[in-house]
């Protein structure tokens, strides 16, 4: 029995180094910030993004990672970055300063890339990320305000910050291509990569001042195009947000989340065309994250929906799986098969001992040279194998007694007893039987009492 327990349990993990072989492997992305201290109003907060690449290649990613609280932060639509080939590795955004106390919650970095072993396009999701930001006495009472927003994505580099304060709402606008705007900067690694204008041994060249010449040129028409949408824009979503408002599905839909324990953090808006908007509402609480959403066509709320955002990828990793679970269920069938069929050939009698065949009594003897082994082992307080010792005495001496040269089963006996025996040995081998299967399967503590019990029914019956 114990050659099988250790075939099966060979054959599993056998299966599971196989398949564990064939799980695709991921990029894997945590969201956390620099300072372990307690956060106020004020200080600078530091959000990074650290990566596990099992590639051993470089991987070029966009991250899309949205980061404001106490009304300041960065909104990263899109940001083009190659990953090195080293297992781990991250970057840091510029520092945070919250102007507002309260509990905020980052939304999850979203990360797309090619994955090299199968060649397709693949997107991950960081952790989200709680902060809980304090009041500092020592901070004037009135502040600016500001989000900038960044999208650095196939060959487009562009970068806008909105400025408000407590008089009212302005915006400045700032771009890598400018020398006089403000600069985002990202450490990746142990390298700086600012936003703002780049050094170069070049820089006094001639056809850098012409370029320099060029940029200038054209700021001010980028700024005021850029400014002009902004505004559009804003216009737009100030215009989704009453409708909203005024959405009986989605308010249903928002008070039975919050109902629920869940939070809500601001829309997000997706411009399809002049006339589609994609409204996507997030609301999460500490173990799950879903979604509100609708889209704003022509003026009007439509198609609004609720979902949870993990579910597509649960699903995917459950298919994985339940096709991993496939693959040992058949190992462990074929290994059994190959098991069974050369075990057969040399059939294990472990538990029957070899006998003379020179006298009718050897049996008798051996029988209950067996239950005084018994009695030694539960001496030496090996209970669960006395028992068990008892249970092979009696079985051994009935196959012998009816000439069966195979190893017994209790229910076979007890079968086999019911219809040769008299009724009393019927009943005491049946009740030794079960009180040793019993003790076996821990169903039953063993005690001293029951044990010399046994004992004796088994020496008055094997005679």
């Not at 994505?153 to 970068?159: I, L, P, S, W």
């Not at 889209?295 to 649960?314: A, D, F, H, R, W």
């Not at 994985?320 to 040992?328: E, F």
């Amino acid at each position: 029995m114990m050659r099988k327990v250790i075939a099966i349990f060979l054959i599993l993990a056998l299966g599971m180094l196989l398949t564990s072989s064939v799980a695709a492997k991921e990029l894997e992305v945590q969201k956390l910030v620099d300072s372990n201290k307690e956060i106020k109003v004020g200080d600078g907060v530091s959000v990074q993004l650290d990566f596990k690449n099992p590639f051993n290649r470089a991987i070029p990613i966009q991250i899309v990672d949205r980061n404001v609280f106490g009304n300041n932060g960065l909104d990263i639509q899109c940001l083009e970055y190659t990953l090195p080939r080293v297992a781990e590795s991250g970057i840091a955004y510029e520092p945070i300063v919250p102007y507002k106390p309260g509990k905020y919650s980052l939304d999850a970095a979203t990360v797309t890339y090619t994955n090299p072993d199968t060649g397709k396009e693949e997107t991950v999701n960081s952790n989200t990320l709680d902060i809980m930001v304090k009041e500092n006495k020592s901070m004037p009472s009135v502040r600016a305000e500001g989000i900038t927003t960044i999208y650095r994505c196939g060959g487009t580099n562009m970068q806008s910050t909105s400025y408000s304060s407590s008089s009212g709402t302005n915006s400045q606008f700032s771009s890598s291509s400018s020398s006089s705007s403000k600069s985002f900067n990202i450490q990746f690694g142990g390298s700086s990569f600012s936003g703002g204008q780049q050094q170069s041994g070049s820089r006094e060249g001639l056809q850098k001042r012409v370029d320099n010449n060029q940029l200038n040129q054209n700021m001010e028409q980028l700024k005021k195009e850029m400014e002009a949408e902004l505004q559009k824009q804003q216009e737009l979503e100030e215009q989704i947000q009453q409708e909203l408002a005024k959405n009986t599905a989605l308010q249903n839909y928002a008070e039975q989340l919050t109902n629920a324990g869940f939070n809500s953090s601001p829309p997000s808006f997706n411009q399809i065309s002049q006339n589609h908007t994609e409204i996507t509402v997030p609301y999460r609480n500490e173990s799950a994250e879903k979604k509100i959403k609708a889209e704003y066509v022509n003026g009007t709320i439509q198609n609004v929906t609720l979902e949870s955002t993990p579910e597509q990828k649960k699903e995917e990793g459950n298919k994985l799986w339940w096709l991993l679970l496939l693959i040992i269920i058949a190992l462990v069938i074929i290994g059994w098969f190959i098991y069974a069929r050369y075990s057969n050939k040399e059939p294990l009698q472990e538990h029957i001992p070899v006998v003379s065949k020179q006298s009718v009594v050897d049996y008798v003897t051996e029988a209950r040279r067996m239950v005084e082994e018994a009695e030694e082992l539960f001496t030496n307080s090996r209970d669960k194998d006395a028992y068990e010792k008892v249970s092979q005495a009696l079985r051994f001496y009935f196959a012998r007694k009816f000439g069966i040269k195979t190893e017994l089963l209790n229910t076979e006996l007890i079968t086999i007893l019911s219809g040769k025996e008299d009724t009393n040995t019927y009943s005491d081998v049946k009740e030794c039987l079960d009180l040793c299967g019993m003790v076996e399967f821990a169903k039953y503590k063993a005690n001293k009492d029951d044990f010399g019990k046994i004992v004796t029914m088994a020496k008055a019956v094997i005679i």
